[in-house]
């Protein structure tokens, strides 16, 4: 088993920064990716970003308007999401995600309120 816990979400606004962590712990070995995934009201879950084992990362579009950023140490089995210049259309429940070799893990989430 693996435990996913996430922290930094919260009320900012417009044009105000937020870093989410997420650390993981449990089971650990042969994680295939580590990454950050949001559910705004009323949609979908979207990937945002993942960082891949093999050194690859894999994002949404709105990724490369560069205000998301993502980055792993993997002494503290965490994964942070930088977010810069926040808009409200970036208001979601923020979750954290693990793919390993065998299941697939989910924190249980960070509200991020992009608000004046």
């Known amino acids: 088993q693996v435990q996913l816990v996430e922290s930094g979400g919260g009320l900012v606004q417009p044009g105000g920064s937020l870093r989410l962590s997420c650390a993981a712990s449990?089971?650990?070995?042969?994680?295939?990716?580590m990454g950050w995934y949001r559910q705004a009201p009323g949609k979908q879950r979207e990937l945002v970003a993942r960082l891949v084992s093999d050194g690859s990362t894999n994002s949404a579009d709105f990724v490369k308007e560069g205000r998301f950023i993502i980055s792993r140490d993997n002494a503290k089995n965490t994964v942070y999401l930088q977010v810069n210049s926040l808009k409200p259309e970036d208001t979601a429940v923020y979750y954290c995600?693990?793919?390993?070799?065998?299941?697939?893990?989910w924190g249980q989430g960070t509200q991020v309120t992009v608000s004046s």
């Open positions: 449990g089971r650990l070995f042969s994680i295939y990716s």
């Open positions: 995600n693990v793919l390993t070799a065998t299941d697939l893990y």
